[in-house]
Nanobody
Framework: QVQLVESGGGLVQPGGSLRLSCAAP????????MAWYRQAPGKQRESVARITSCGDTPYADSVMGRFTISRDNAKNLVYLQWNSLKSEDKAVYYC????????WGQGTQVTVAS
């Protein structure tokens, strides 16, 4: 079972920037479609960005233009970077395959507050 480990969250002011990292062990990592998901308080978990093995990066409308997903296949890492954080970006962020078939990691909390 793949163990996913997310990191990089924290408290950020509105308009600030942040980069999250996800370590996803496994020799087949490079062929998986990987995604970042988030779960805001009282809401269901949703996919916000994904990246294919070829580097295509579909984004949810809510984050289009602000989020950037990338991957480093040599290190089995997936990143999520964004500028202009908004209060509605407050959530626990997770990575997983897309569709999500691996066990969820603990996620990383992102809080946006002045």
């Amino acid at each position: 079972q793949v163990q996913l480990v997310e990191s990089g969250g924290g408290l950020v002011q509105p308009g600030g920037s942040l980069r999250l990292s996800c370590a996803a062990p496994g020799s087949m990592f490079r062929i998986y479609v990987m995604a970042w998901y988030r779960q805001a308080p009282g809401k269901q978990r949703e996919s916000v960005a994904r990246i294919t093995s070829c580097g295509d990066t579909p984004y949810a409308d809510s984050v289009m233009g602000r989020f950037t997903i990338s991957r480093d296949n040599a290190k089995n890492l997936v990143y999520l970077q964004w500028n202009s954080l908004k209060s509605e970006d407050k959530a626990v962020y997770y990575c997983n395959r897309f569709p999500a078939v691996s066990a969820w990691g603990q996620g990383t909390q992102v809080t946006v507050a002045s």
